[in-house]
């Protein structure tokens, strides 16, 4: 199956620090997806992206889908305490018969230092 | 509007036992999800349903593991027996139409621990 490579594995960075973490794979997806995790709970969706070369924000959040549909970042601007978590990439592929198969990456482990 | 509830959060068994966790998804979902997480680890799914029918469970380990959504609506995940290896966070999903790009909502999920 797809297989997600996601970079960095973890960061420290100071508050007010700009972040930035990819993910690569060696196929294409039709969607990529990008979560943050908190401690105990579950994923939650930050930004979907749908279309190769997209670019879309969410406040200090930017994601980009790459062209060739077998990469994705995320940016985070001026990073605040409430940034910490673990932020999963994950590519949605069409399997068939009206279905969507989602494959996340390891995950980057951001800790912010205030 | 609440979101995808499971129960119970925390389960300590030993080896060889059964454990069950339980999952309501967000009101109207069709599709419901089961996910495995292991520490250090991005969820890996486990089962698929659309409404009562599971229409994806390749990756559910048959031999031990089991699960069911009778109803379409709540499902639950059964191992029996438990083995070290199994000690992980079960999460539960669910989305609103099948087949759709759309965002799956995730529920807070069962950290299992098998002693």
């Known amino acids: 199956g797809q297989q997600l490579n996601q970079s960095p594995q973890s960061m420290f960075i100071q508050e007010g620090e700009d972040v930035s973490m990819n993910c690569t794979s060696s196929s294409i997806f039709n969607t990529w997806l990008w979560y943050k995790q908190d401690p105990g709970e579950g994923p939650v969706l930050l930004i979907a992206l749908y279309k190769a070369g997209e670019l879309t924000s969410n406040g200090r959040l930017t994601a980009q889908f790459g062209i060739t549909r077998k990469d994705s970042f995320l940016n985070i601007s001026a990073s605040i305490p409430s940034d910490v978590g673990i932020y999963f990439c994950?590519?949605?592929?069409?399997?068939?018969?009206?279905?969507?198969?989602?494959?996340f990456g390891k995950g980057t482990k951001l800790s912010v230092i205030p | 509007e609440a979101g995808v509830v499971q129960s119970p959060r925390y389960k300590i068994i030993e080896k060889k036992q059964p454990v069950a966790f339980w999952c309501n998804p967000i009101s109207g979902h069709n599709t419901l999800y089961w996910y495995l997480q292991n520490l250090g680890q991005g969820p890996e799914l486990l089962i698929r349903y659309e409404n009562e029918e599971a229409v994806d469970d390749s990756q559910l380990p048959k031999d031990r593991f089991s699960a069911e959504r009778l109803k379409g609506v709540d499902s639950t995940l059964k191992i029996q027996p438990a083995e070290l290896g199994d000690s992980a966070v079960y999460l539960c999903?669910?989305?609103?139409?099948?087949?759709?790009?759309?965002?799956?909502?995730f529920g807070p999920g069962t950290r299992l621990t098998v002693l």
């Open positions: 999903a669910s989305s609103p139409l099948a087949g759709e790009p759309n965002e799956q909502f």
């Open positions: 994950a590519g949605q592929l069409y399997s068939g018969a009206g279905s969507y198969q989602l494959t």
